[in-house]
Nanobody
Framework: QVQLVESGGGSVQAGGSLRLSCAASGLLFRDVRSAWFRQAPGKEREGVAAMDVGGGAIYADSVEGRFTISKDNVKNTLYLQINTLEPDDSAMYYC????????????????????WGQGTQVTVSS
């Protein structure tokens, strides 16, 4: 049984930084594609960063240059470093993973992923 548990969210002022973590059991991040999504109230869930098995990453245009996705294969943990936070970054952040098509490129599409965490809240004040 796969379980993804996010942590690291919080309330910060604009311009600050956070590092989100996603600890996994039941799968190994070294073997799967993974991603971070976010959902703000009243908005659809959107992919912000994704990584393939080899560590290649892609980002949504809105976060390019400010967000960095990474993984620690020893700790089996996925990270999202968020810098220069903006009020529009306020959302629930979810990590996701899938063993399907492990050879494929990273994806920001929700339907690419089979396992999801419960989310961690990020709130940015101006």
């Amino acid at each position: 049984q796969v379980q993804l548990v996010e942590s690291g969210g919080g309330s910060v002022q604009a311009g600050g930084s956070l590092r989100l973590s996603c600890a996994a059991s039941g799968l190994l991040f070294r073997d799967v594609r993974s991603a971070w999504f976010r959902q703000a109230p009243g908005k659809e869930r959107e992919g912000v960063a994704a990584m393939d098995v080899g560590g290649g990453a892609i980002y949504a245009d809105s976060v390019e240059g400010r967000f960095t996705i990474s993984k620690d294969n020893v700790k089996n943990t996925l990270y999202l470093q968020i810098n220069t936070l903006e009020p529009d970054d306020s959302a629930m952040y979810y990590c996701a993973a899938t063993p399907r098509y492990s050879w494929a490129a990273p994806s920001l599409r929700q339907n690419s992923y089979t396992s999801w965490g419960q989310g961690t809240q990020v709130t940015v004040s101006s």
